[in-house]
């Protein structure tokens, strides 16, 4: 079974970057789709941004398009989201998903979800 591990989240002043991995590992799939999703409180997960291993086409949510960037390491197994101008609206957990599909953005990743790490972006 995938498992999938967060880390590099933390406390930043609104305007600041950020900079999340994620180690993937137990997974037996040529090509796939990985991806992130962010909860701020009281809402529900948002699924912010996606890529298919395959062919490294990627997708973003509105909320992060132009600030966000999404990123693989194949040789390492790693994920990386890389924030920029960060707001305090984008306070709340952080997960990396992996699904077993070819197009990732249509439906949210669902297969396999890491424990998550926290982001607080302070005004």
């Known amino acids: 079974q995938v498992q999938l591990m967060e880390s590099g989240g933390g406390s930043v002043q609104a305007g600041g970057p950020l900079r999340l991995s994620c180690a993937a590992s137990?997974?037996?799939?040529?090509?796939?789709?990985l991806g992130w999703f962010a909860q701020v409180p009281g809402q529900e997960s948002e699924q912010i941004a996606t890529i298919y291993t395959g062919g490294g086409k990627t997708h973003y949510a509105d909320s992060v398009k132009g600030r966000f960037t999404i990123s693989q390491d194949t040789a390492n197994q790693t994920l990386a989201l890389q924030m920029n101008n960060l707001e305090p609206e984008d306070t709340g957990m952080y997960y990396c998903?992996?699904?077993?599909?070819?197009?990732?953005?249509?439906?949210?990743?669902?297969?396999?979800w890491g424990q998550g790490t926290q982001v607080t972006v302070s005004s």
């Open positions: 137990k997974y037996t799939w040529s090509s796939y789709c």
């Open positions: 998903a992996a699904d077993a599909k070819h197009e990732c953005w249509s439906d949210p990743l669902s297969v396999a």
